[in-house]
């Protein structure tokens, strides 16, 4: 009896609308949520963790911790060279992998992740999903960033490198807190060096060396630690973050209030691009009235080039989002791989490469020198074992050391999987430069690496992948590379460095995306991010 009413009252339940309804819902979500992913989808043969298989938020909480590199080059340790990060995600770690994704004439596209450094509501030579739009846009600038451009005393880049330097130099002399301090003092230069470089003089070069406060505030929101929180916002939670920095009078003030912005205004690029932009509209303004002047910029080169019709025509924001690009891209990137190599150099047990090096700036001729004594360009550039030691900061210390994703409209496969189309695939500078099997004690500050005295220097240069690879390598290399090798050879022909011993056994860190980079065989509780180097003494 009791059996037969509890059966009635099960079936009337189950008859009840509500709770078909519920039953149907948890049943799809099951579906989709566990029993796909683990069981249906082509990519359940990957191995990985199942926690990360079946939702993309597990690899989110890596992110919002500031994990997600050290994560995913902890779960190659465990699981391989391939790895399963979520449902529709992968990260691969080979060599024939990073031949397949990135190589040239791959197909892979960028996914739209990158939309996130749109600027004034266009897209740029970063942000271009499409192989075709990419190539039309890159072909404008490409001459522009070639070596023997970077190196030539006709162009823009050598006298403007080299005047920078004598600055730096000079800051040093003038303001003695900057040797204590060099964090900041390096993005002046970096910011210094590449807004001379897009816009010239004239419309948008700053003067942060020379103690323009104005031009040295525009680097403070990128400076800020926050920023890392608003860039996984920005990621994960696109359209809420949007609609919280476009709110206005009583709404954004209660939004201010309850501290629901990820970032406080001005966010994460504000004054940058607030700054190219009125570079941009300067310079267009000025072209209506008159020729414009030849001070060999890329902003007047991009200008001409799309006003010969050889090219794709750009309207004023076009130009204006693709030089704003460039610009952010070459602040920090090329600051912190200097602070990086003269934090390695500085540290009591690295004290022989800094000697090597000296040694190596102090052999570079006087005519090969400045009235200031610093080398030029060209000398650096030629210098083996300054090259050796600013490989290995970027091979330990890329300044984007984070994944870089991908997606390929059609399926393929990978190292021999079968990888659906759409599905985000990606690698990382950060696992690759830790091979053990490729860079003998890959946690080791070693620039004899790279003379062939520690490892197959062949196969490392193969590995080796600061700077991307393919149709997408980072565009700036050889200006960056000049920047550095400059800078350093000057520092090191007139200073020695040093680190106090309140730093000893403390690693800098630089904020990447939504994580801080750091020396990981150091302690990371006593990481200081955005910490400086020591003194120049």
């Given at each position: 009896m009791a059996k037969s009413?509890?059966?009635?009252?099960?079936?009337?339940?189950?008859?009840?609308?509500?709770?078909?309804?519920?039953?149907?819902?948890?049943?799809?979500?099951?579906?989709?949520?566990?029993?796909?992913?683990?069981?249906?989808?082509?990519?359940?043969?990957?191995?990985?963790?199942?926690?990360?298989?079946?939702?993309?938020?597990?690899?989110?909480?890596?992110?919002?911790?500031?994990?997600?590199?050290?994560?995913?080059?902890?779960?190659?340790?465990?699981?391989?060279?391939?790895?399963?990060?979520?449902?529709?995600?992968?990260?691969?770690?080979?060599?024939?992998?990073?031949?397949?994704?990135?190589?040239?004439?791959s197909g892979f596209e960028r996914t739209y992740f990158y939309r996130m450094f749109d600027a004034y509501g266009r897209?740029?030579?970063?942000?271009?999903?499409?192989?075709?739009?990419?190539?039309?846009?890159?072909?404008?600038?490409?001459?522009?960033?070639?070596?023997?451009?970077?190196?030539?005393?006709?162009?823009?880049?050598?006298?403007?490198?080299?005047?920078?330097?004598?600055?730096?130099?000079?800051?040093?002399?003038?303001?003695?807190?900057?040797?204590?301090?060099?964090?900041?003092?390096?993005?002046?230069?970096?910011?210094?060096?590449?807004?001379?470089?897009?816009?010239?003089?004239?419309?948008?070069?700053?003067?942060?060396?020379?103690?323009?406060?104005?031009?040295?505030?525009?680097?403070?929101?990128?400076?800020?630690?926050?920023?890392?929180?608003l860039s996984w916002f920005a990621v994960h939670l696109g359209a809420y973050t949007k609609w919280l920095y476009s709110r206005a009078g009583m709404t954004e003030k209660l939004i201010t209030g309850l501290g629901l912005l990820p970032m406080n205004k001005p966010a994460t690029y504000t004054g940058i691009r607030a700054h190219a932009l009125q570079s941009s509209k300067g310079f267009e303004l000025s072209v209506s009235e008159k020729p414009p002047l030849r001070d060999m910029s890329i902003m007047e080169k991009l200008w001409t080039a799309s006003k010969s019709g050889k090219g794709p025509a750009l309207d004023s924001l076009d130009m204006a989002s693709e030089l704003a690009d460039h610009f952010l891209a070459g602040i920090d990137t090329t600051s912190d791989t200097l602070m990086f190599g003269i934090w390695a150099l500085s540290r009591r047990q690295n004290r022989k490469y800094q000697e090597k090096l000296i040694e190596e700036v102090d052999g570079i001729p006087d005519s090969e020198c400045n009235e200031y004594g610093n080398p030029f360009v060209e000398a650096t550039d030629k210098l083996p074992y300054l090259d050796a030691v600013i490989k290995e900061t970027l091979r330990l210390y890329a300044p984007l050391p984070a994944s870089e994703p991908r997606s390929l409209p059609v399926d393929t496969t990978i190292d021999g999987y079968l990888v659906p189309a759409g599905t985000v695939v990606s690698m990382s500078p950060y696992t690759l430069h830790r091979n053990p099997e490729v860079f003998?004690?890959?946690?080791?500050?070693?620039?004899?690496?790279?003379?062939?005295?520690?490892?197959?220097?062949?196969?490392?240069?193969?590995?080796?992948?600061?700077?991307?690879?393919?149709?997408?390598?980072?565009?700036?290399?050889?200006?960056?590379?000049?920047?550095?090798?400059?800078?350093?050879?000057?520092?090191?022909?007139k200073y020695t460095t040093s680190e106090y011993d309140r730093q000893e056994g403390i690693s800098p860190g630089i904020t990447s995306r939504f994580e801080i980079f750091y020396d990981e065989s150091l302690p990371k509780m006593e990481v200081s991010e955005a910490q400086a180097s020591g003194p120049l003494i």
């Open positions: 009413v509890a059966s009635k009252a099960i079936g009337i339940l189950l008859s009840s609308p509500v709770t078909v309804a519920i039953v149907v819902a948890l049943s799809v979500l099951l579906y989709r949520f566990v029993y796909y992913p683990l069981y249906v989808s082509y990519l359940r043969k990957l191995p990985g963790p199942k926690t990360y298989a079946v939702t993309k938020w597990r690899l989110a909480l890596d992110d919002y911790n500031g994990l997600r590199t050290q994560s995913i080059h902890s779960l190659h340790k465990r699981y391989g060279t391939a790895v399963r990060l979520g449902p529709n995600e992968l990260s691969f770690s080979s060599l024939s992998a990073l031949k397949t994704i990135y190589g040239a004439g897209q740029n030579l970063f942000t271009f999903a499409g192989v075709k739009q990419h190539a039309e846009r890159k072909k404008l600038l490409a001459h522009a960033y070639s070596k023997s451009a970077i190196l030539s005393p006709q162009a823009i880049a050598k006298p403007l490198i080299e005047k920078n330097v004598n600055r730096y130099l000079e800051l040093l002399d003038r303001e003695k807190n900057v040797a204590e301090e060099i964090f900041q003092s390096l993005h002046w230069y970096s910011l210094d060096s590449i807004t001379g470089f897009i816009y010239g003089e004239t419309h948008g070069g700053t003067d942060a060396l020379e103690g323009n406060k104005a031009h040295r505030d525009l680097i403070l929101d990128i400076i800020d630690p926050s920023r890392r929180n003998p004690d890959p946690l080791v500050f070693k620039p004899e690496r790279w003379l062939g005295e520690c490892g197959d220097l062949v196969e490392m240069k193969k590995w080796f992948w600061a700077f991307s690879s393919g149709g997408r390598m980072c565009i700036g290399l050889h200006l960056a590379m000049a920047e550095m090798t400059t800078l350093l050879a000057a520092v090191y022909r």
